[in-house]
């Protein structure tokens, strides 16, 4: 087990050169496995989640080979994929987990999809239903709430060469469960109808119609007419851009320090990424966004961000702006114990279903460092202003809550210590190296079990 310990030194200065995005990662992996000929990924994050995607489609006979943060992979076309000879293991990546089902619910041979104790309590309900609904035979497992399903996913192979189309919609703005129902909706005879609440991440839509597999967008719903589509596309090439929710802690980090001053290049600036950034102008951060005038190969817009620190304010974030950054709560919710004045986080209980309760995690976290908070079901209220004091965290194996309890630990008088933070590298495993290299006061430790 590794933990992190952190003393507050003073501003962070410089550049940050921020892993690929995960979720294009992803998705990179998939349709480049999925494509006819040879695809070369390069930008890769090098984080665990993205190399159980890859590892799941090599048990699949894709062949896959990484050299740093680039990856050849030679694509078997759409129903090239075949029998894995053993369980598909997922690691902590839900994302691996639903987007998968979504392809192997359409396929002759069955499948196993397991993952680390953190992913087996996350729900699989929400794509087990609408999946089965069109014609997949997937079995999820009884767990920790009656009448949810949760992992491992026991998928059945179908007798159909095809799928049927499917009309849906999306109880929340997921775009886990979009992708997976976009991905089996390549494997079926019908057009594939989806309609969200509000606009979740459109990574998949956008790879789709780069890669010349057409999608039509009417507001908040997309439809896969497999009648229309480019079901054959060939291999690519694709760098992938900048996380925004890993370059968020090292943004919010400047923002928050005093004498800060850090520069980003090569950010993906996704409008369904950047909800953070907006929270982040509300609550009166300086910072400067310069787009790149050329899109990048995945569809993605993309861009240089300077940040500076300056003194900001609570403010209220809910609706459409906790959608567009779900992931960025976290660390958002750093900055508000750093800002005068109360923030309110309502309309986020999504929050409760990632790798930790989130809602509950951070509360307690705050708390620890001496913030006055106030747990509600959906959120939370945080009272800003409060001179923040060292602690002792537990990350709950997520790895989100590991990188915050840093953040605000650098801006906390005296030492702080994260404990348990393997669960880093499913994301960001470069976080420590880069935050030293801007001035930080951070090591990583191993600790004897």
Same mark, same amino acid.
């Given at each position: 087990m590794k933990r992190f310990r /952190? #003393? !507050?030194? +003073?501003?962070l200065r410089g550049e940050a050169r921020i892993p690929g995005d995960k979720s294009i990662g992803h998705r990179a992996i998939i349709f480049a496995s999925l494509a006819e000929g040879e695809s070369r990924v390069t930008g890769l994050s090098g984080g665990l989640d993205n190399i159980a995607t890859a590892d799941a489609f090599r048990s699949m006979g894709v062949e896959i080979a990484f050299l740093g943060d680039a990856a050849r992979i030679s694509g078997v076309g759409l129903r090239g994929l075949s029998a894995p000879k053993k369980v598909i293991d997922c690691g902590n990546s839900g994302t691996t987990m639903r987007l998968l089902a979504g392809v192997l619910g359409? #396929? =002759?041979?069955? !499948?196993r999809l397991i993952g680390d104790e953190s992913l087996t309590k996350r729900p699989m309900d929400r794509i087990i239903q609408p999946l089965n609904a069109r014609g997949t035979r997937i079995e999820g497992s009884s767990g920790a709430k009656k009448g949810v399903l949760y992992p491992p996913l026991y998928i059945h192979g179908i007798k159909e060469r095809a799928l049927r189309g499917i009309d849906y919609t999306l109880p929340v703005a997921s775009a886990q469960i979009k992708s997976a129902l976009l991905l089996s909706g390549l494997y079926a005879d019908e057009p594939t109808r989806l309609t969200e609440p509000s606009k979740s991440r459109d990574h998949t839509e956008r790879m789709m119609n780069a890669l010349g597999i057409a999608l039509t967008e009417d507001g908040l719903t997309v439809t896969l007419d497999p009648s229309r589509a480019n079901l054959r596309w060939r291999g690519f090439d694709l760098h992938v851009p900048g996380d925004p929710s890993s370059a968020a802690f090292a943004i919010v980090a400047a923002a928050m320090i005093p004498g800060s001053e850090i520069h980003l290049p090569n950010i993906c600036l996704n409008e369904t990424r950047t909800g953070f950034l907006d929270a982040m102008a509300k609550m009166g951060a300086a910072f400067e966004i310069e787009e790149d005038k050329e899109e990048n190969a995945s569809g993605e817009k993309v861009g240089h961000i300077v940040v500076k620190h300056q003194e900001t304010r609570g403010t209220e974030l809910r609706g459409e702006l906790i959608v567009r950054s /779900?992931? *960025? $709560?976290?660390?958002?919710c750093a900055l508000a114990a750093l800002s005068e004045g109360v923030t309110t986080i309502r309309e &986020? *209980? %999504?929050? =409760?279903?990632? %790798?930790s309760d989130r809602i509950k995690v951070m509360v307690d976290m705050l708390r620890a460092f001496g913030v006055e908070c106030e747990e509600h079901p959906d959120g939370m209220t945080i009272v800003g202003g409060a001179k923040l004091r060292g &602690?002792?965290?537990? !990350?709950?194996?997520?790895?989100?809550? &590991?990188?915050? +309890?840093? $953040?605000l630990g650098?801006?906390? *008088? +005296? %030492?702080t210590i994260v404990n348990d933070t393997d669960c880093v590298g499913t994301s960001f495993p470069s976080f420590v190296e880069l935050f030293r290299g801007? +001035?930080? %006061?951070i090591v990583e430790e191993k600790v004897r079990t």
């Open positions: /952190i #003393q !507050s030194k +003073g501003p359409a #396929q =002759r041979f069955g !499948s /779900i992931d *960025e $709560i976290p660390i958002l &986020a *209980e %999504e929050l =409760r279903v990632k %790798e &602690a002792t965290l537990n !990350s709950h194996h997520d790895h989100r809550i &590991a990188m915050t +309890g840093a $953040i650098m801006a906390a *008088e +005296g %030492e801007l +001035g930080a %006061e």
